[in-house]
T-cell receptor, first 112, second 116 residues
Framework: DAKTTQPNSMESNEEEPVHLPCNHS???????IHWYRQLPSQGPEYVIH???SNVNNRMASLAIAEDRKSSTLILHRATLRDAAVYYC?????????????FGQGTILTVHP | NAGVMQNPRHLVRRRGQEARLRCSPMKGHSHVYWYRQLPEEGLKFMVYLQKENIIDESGMPKERFSAEFPKEGPSILRIQQVVRGDSAAYFC??????????????FGEGSRLTVL
């Protein structure tokens, strides 16, 4: 799996947008970009994934650079419940399976 | 729909005892994965199982650890003769398909093992 670089930590205020960056310059052409988050004392939770095009779902948006060497997870209006560790995980699709490589992630703190 | 259920949530064992962690995947899911999170470290893949088969155990320690997913019943992660270094949170995940290109693994809330 491709190596990723994420900020160790970020802070936001409640109700404001948050942009969480991830560099994955060694990503291969078939790797999907997955984002998971882990709230304190809980298991990881799927957030979003994409391949080339930007993606939106009820939780977040994923903006993928044209060269796919970086991506940004966008939380449009942060809430206190969004305080978590966010993991960016490039991972091969197709016949691959759920053997994800979690890095250190970004610790997001949300201030009231 | 019930999510991935793990039990026990907390388990305390003395050195040398056995620990058994159970995982019931989401309804209809036949692919189960175990991950371990040591204190202050990231999650590490341990093993991938389908019903009655171990598909990939490349992340399992060579000794004392075993996993199974029988035809009936939950998946079991078994740790024999536990040592203090086994103290960690163990997470189970399940998926509908084997390929993660479906995007989503569903994780349980974990079993936290403390070895005294």
């Amino acid at each position: 799996d491709a190596k990723t670089t994420q900020p160790n930590s970020m802070e936001s205020n409640e109700e404001e947008p948050v942009h969480l960056p991830c560099n994955h310059s060694t990503i291969s052409g078939t790797d999907y970009i997955h984002w998971y988050r882990q709230l304190p004392s809980q298991g990881p939770e799927y957030v979003i994934h994409g391949l080339t095009s930007n993606v939106n779902n009820r939780m977040a948006s994923l903006a993928i650079a044209e060269d796919r060497k970086s991506s940004t997870l966008i939380l449009h209006r942060a809430t206190l419940r969004d305080a978590a560790v966010y993991y960016c995980i490039p991972h091969a699709g197709g016949t691959s399976y759920g053997k994800l490589t979690f890095g250190q992630g970004t610790i997001l703190t949300v201030h009231p | 729909n019930a999510g991935v259920m793990q039990n026990p949530r907390h388990l305390v064992r003395r050195r040398g005892q056995e620990a058994r962690l159970r995982c019931s995947p989401m309804k209809g899911h036949s692919h189960v994965y175990w991950y371990r999170q040591l204190p202050e470290e990231g999650l590490k893949f341990m093993v991938y199982l389908q019903k009655e088969n171990i598909i990939d155990e490349s992340g399992m320690p060579k000794e004392r650890f075993s996993a199974e997913f029988p035809k009936e019943g939950p998946s079991i992660l078994r740790i024999q003769q536990v040592v203090r270094g086994d103290s960690a949170a163990y997470f189970c995940a399940s998926s509908l398909h084997g390929g993660s290109d479906t995007g989503e693994l569903f994780f349980g809330e974990g079993s936290r093992l403390t070895v005294l």
